[in-house]
């Protein structure tokens, strides 16, 4: 599958797999930020072009736990429609002695068909082995 990609700064580095077998490109920061927020921000210096029925998925690297305070499994969307550049937010590095700089490899980014739902609303849903159980209700 072919993605049309255009830089939007000179240090930007089109993300590549770093392994055989990977199921998300890298992707590398060109500039470090904060927000009104107190967040840290991170701009890839890349927009996308990505078709009708796909999105785009950005999952934080195994790394983060080394580097920074965030959430193991958060997830950004870009949608098809959206042209801007790529950055990732992070949740401040609250005073860690690591912490991401321009160059390093922040992100991954899988791209992946999506289907396309129509709810049908019912009084009732069918029974399930688990039903309403929520957090920790599979086990520990």
Request: charged letters at 25%; a neutral charge.
């Given at each position: 599958?072919?993605?049309?990609?255009?830089?939007?700064?000179?240090?930007?580095?089109?993300?590549?797999?770093?392994?055989?077998?990977?199921?998300?490109?890298?992707l590398v920061a060109?500039?470090?930020?904060?927000?009104?927020?107190?967040?840290?921000?991170?701009?890839?210096?890349?927009?996308?072009?990505?078709?009708?029925?796909?999105?785009?998925?950005?999952?934080?690297?195994?790394?983060?736990?080394?580097?920074?305070?965030?959430?193991?499994?958060?997830?950004?969307?870009?949608?098809?429609?959206?042209?801007?550049?790529?950055?990732?937010?992070?949740?401040?590095?609250?005073?860690?002695?690591?912490?991401?700089?321009?160059?390093?490899?922040?992100?991954?980014?899988?791209?992946?068909?999506?289907?396309?739902?129509?709810?049908?609303?019912?009084?009732?849903?069918?029974?399930?082995?688990?039903?309403?159980?929520?957090?920790?209700?599979?086990?520990?």
């Amino acid at each position: 599958m072919k993605i049309r990609i255009k830089k939007l700064h000179k240090d930007a580095v089109v993300p590549e797999y770093s392994k055989e077998g990977d199921a998300c490109l890298d992707l590398v920061a060109v500039s470090k930020s904060s927000d009104d927020f107190g967040n840290v921000v991170f701009d890839t210096g890349l927009a996308l072009q990505i078709p009708p029925g796909f999105v785009g998925l950005i999952f934080p690297r195994s790394s983060i736990s080394k580097t920074m305070h965030q959430m193991r499994n958060s997830v950004g969307v870009i949608d098809s429609g959206y042209r801007g550049a790529i950055k990732l937010v992070f949740l401040g590095d609250h005073g860690r002695a690591r912490c991401y700089k321009e160059g390093d490899r922040i992100g991954q980014l899988m791209i992946l068909p999506y289907p396309k739902i129509e709810f049908e609303e019912t009084k009732e849903l069918d029974i399930s082995d688990r039903g309403s159980g929520g957090f920790g209700s599979t086990g520990v």
